[in-house]
């Protein structure tokens, strides 16, 4: 028997005391049995080894130790845990789930992909998908690029079923929670399963798992925060009784019920109902119930996990004590400080007058259905933990009763039919709510760089509605992403900026009439400030003429390279606009040229790369043309391509578009939304 000293808990001046203190009980032979701060502890060496690992856990008593002998490890016949690839480059094939354009694309499907997160257990969003080839059992290019081959992993044969998923490494604790059917699972996300997928048995497992029992045993194995696979399959679960079972599974699916309840408040789930403010009002939601429930039910599911494994008050009193300090660094971590947390990017505190403001712009796009609001429509059924997961938001407007006024283009212009601002009151309105009064210089100003916020998640900034605005924010074209299409540019510059360039235009002149030669001071300032809106008009004008022609959107590139040639047209946002031509400078380098914007801009550029780089090729659709599968199943490049390269860049290039790409490239950046004006007007002063 090895006598153990353990003065953790001490501060650093009572540490001598301490074991001064210690020494002399122990030669005293008259240790107390609860001896003070639990200093003194007797542990026979050999016994760390009942333990994987052998961690030096000698304040771990002989029964706990005994449980990873006595009970069954989580890995058995009925249960397995896998941990899936990684992406290898997740900017090229991750998406945020709001903004692909359909879940089909040309080449493969966007697949719900499961890659840790926060600490959320029994429930959290799966907020990713991934570029999915079904034809390899792949992501979309996945395999062939130099120097990159890998055989096909044994996860895929898990992928889509239902299961459990956890976040692999965090600062917060083991936070397991449900995985609906349909998903892949990452590397940083592991995944377990079950035999048949029995949503019982998963949900009973769920349970013991989010025990503070099952969550010590994972902790004693480890020497840091992450959460492996083989920690996990080596963790002792307890056999569970049908009873037993039945209970655990009514505890755990309550629970992913409530977590999932408080989740139909965020824009971004799957799960959104209504904002904050209108959805308590229509669905009851009581947020402070809701987590003393869950705090209630985690406590019954704790009870019933130490008497399942057999674990004593002395040893329950250790593991609650553990929990609680766990606990309170859950409680002190920030978002994001965990190595593999890739939530938001910021938290966004917008209050509840923000949020529902947010709604009202979605309403006005006809993306959300007021009707939820007003009592007109029902509220949608509940799903279950593993359905898989509903192409649209249970608060948007059902496919096919979309609004018939509902528009792709709205605009910060008092008095237009399709101003932003109206449209929001008038859903408030619809809804019996009272926007604030300075909604309008709020939405000019304020809400697009709080939607940046909303819409960002997993390091990806992925906004819906896409502001483009003058430096002053005077005036302002608001687009939907899903609405947008390759001539929408040349209808805000034909309907929208156009004619109210002509109208401020012609104010400004009958400003000058009116005010005659001699205006007074007043007078001079309000043609001032009219001559100003103007010069801001006419240069936002110019830049959507620069880019309109060349703008060819797909959503499946993503939002920030689809909005990255559109740089110069977010003054207003210097944050954004700054990653914006990041992007846009990274895809002129050919950084981002498995995309199908680089494609239509420098064919010329892209194809010869797709007779190099296999995944080039299958991403541009050009596989074909430029390999082919030898004798031995490996994929090898053509001696000689199909079609002829030349060919293939004359049918992709077009003269306009090469001709508005150098005219936008050779443009000078307006100076405070009025430099090429006054550059032009500087010159024609000079030749005159």
């Not at 542990?43 to 002989?62: E, K, L």
């Not at 997928?197 to 349970?207: H, I, K, V």
């Not at 946002?573 to 801009?601: F, N, S, V």
């Not at 430099?675 to 500087?682: E, P, V």
């Amino acid at each position: 028997m090895t006598v153990f000293i353990r003065l953790l808990e001490a501060s650093v001046d009572e540490k001598a005391v301490e074991l001064g203190a210690a020494v002399d009980a122990l030669r005293r032979e008259d240790v107390p049995a609860n001896y003070p701060r639990r200093v003194i502890f007797e542990c026979p060496p050999a016994q760390f080894s009942d333990v994987p690992g052998s961690p030096f856990a000698y304040w771990v008593s002989s029964t706990l130790r005994g449980l990873f002998q006595k009970s069954a490890s989580f890995e058995s016949a009925e249960r397995i845990a896998r941990r899936g690839p990684s992406t290898c480059d997740d900017s090229r094939y991750l998406r945020c789930s709001w903004e692909i354009g359909s879940t089909n694309h040309r080449l493969g499907a966007w697949v719900p992909f499961a890659k840790g997160g926060v600490f959320s257990p029994f429930y959290s969003d799966v907020h990713l998908v991934v570029d999915w080839e079904e034809r390899r059992g792949t992501f979309l290019g996945f395999f062939g690029r130099p120097g990159r081959e890998i055989e096909r992993p044994e996860s895929v044969d898990y992928f889509f079923r239902p299961g459990l998923t956890w976040p692999r490494r965090t600062q917060s604790g083991f936070g397991i929670r449900a995985m609906p059917a349909g998903c892949i699972f990452a590397d940083k996300g592991p995944a377990a399963f079950v035999e048949d997928d029995s949503p019982e048995q998963l949900l009973a497992l769920l349970a013991i798992t989010t025990s503070a029992a099952f969550r010590y045993l994972v902790e004693l194995q480890m020497a840091f925060g992450s959460y492996e696979v083989g920690v996990i399959q080596r963790t002792p679960v307890p056999e569970l009784r049908s009873d037993e079972s039945r209970a655990l599974t009514h505890l755990a699916r309550r629970a992913w019920s409530l977590k999932r309840s408080l989740d139909t408040t965020n824009e971004t789930s799957h799960a959104f109902l209504l904002p904050t403010g209108l959805n308590e009002r229509i669905t009851g939601l009581d947020k402070a119930a809701v987590e003393a429930e869950l705090a209630q039910i985690q406590r019954q599911i704790d009870e019933r996990a130490f008497e399942l494994y057999g674990i004593g008050p002395e040893d329950r009193a250790v593991i609650e004590s553990s929990m609680r300090v766990l606990a309170e660094s859950e409680e002190g971590a920030e978002e994001g400080t965990d190595e593999e947390n890739e939530e938001e990017v910021e938290a966004v505190d917008g209050g509840q007058t923000a949020a529902i403001v947010s709604w009202l712009v979605g309403v006005a796009f006809g993306r959300y259905d007021p009707r939820l609001a007003t009592g007109e429509r029902a509220l949608p059924s509940d799903t279950g933990p593993f359905d898989a997961l509903p192409s649209r938001f249970p608060g948007m407007s059902p496919e096919g009763e979309e609004p018939k006024d509902a528009s792709d283009i709205l605009v910060d212009d008092e008095g237009h039919p399709s101003d932003l601002a109206a449209r929001v009151k008038q859903a408030a309105e619809q809804v019996r709510w009272q926007p604030p009064q300075d909604v309008r210089p709020w939405l000019a100003r304020e809400f697009f760089q709080l939607h940046i916020k909303m819409y960002s998640k997993s390091r990806r900034k992925a906004p819906i509605y896409w502001q483009l605005a003058t430096p002053s924010g005077s005036y302002s074209v608001w687009f939907h992403l899903h609405a947008f299409t390759k001539d929408t540019l040349f209808r805000v510059q034909h309907d929208y900026a156009g004619p109210k360039l002509l109208h401020e235009e012609q104010r400004l002149e009958s400003l000058r009439r009116e005010f005659g030669d001699s205006p007074s001071r007043t007078e001079r300032q309000r043609i001032a400030d009219q001559e100003s809106f103007v010069e801001e008009l006419r240069a936002f004008l110019e830049e959507i003429k620069l880019v309109a022609p060349l703008w060819n959107p797909n959503l499946d590139d993503g939002v920030i390279i689809n909005f990255a040639p559109l740089w110069r047209l977010v003054p207003h946002c210097k944050p954004w606009q700054k990653e914006l031509k990041a992007t846009w400078d990274a895809l002129c380098a050919g950084e981002y040229d498995w995309a199908h914007l680089a494609m239509h801009l420098w064919p010329e550029r892209v194809i010869p790369k797709c007779a190099k780089d296999r995944s080039l090729a299958i991403a541009h659709g050009l596989e074909e043309v430029f390999w082919v599968e030898n004798s031995e199943g490996k994929w090898v490049a053509r001696p000689t391509p199909t079609r002829c390269i030349d060919e293939l860049v004359c049918e992709r290039n077009s003269p306009a578009v090469r001709a508005a790409l150098d005219s936008l490239l050779h443009a000078p950046v307006a100076q405070n939304g009025r430099g090429r004006s006054r550059n032009r007007r500087a010159r024609a002063a000079g030749s005159a």
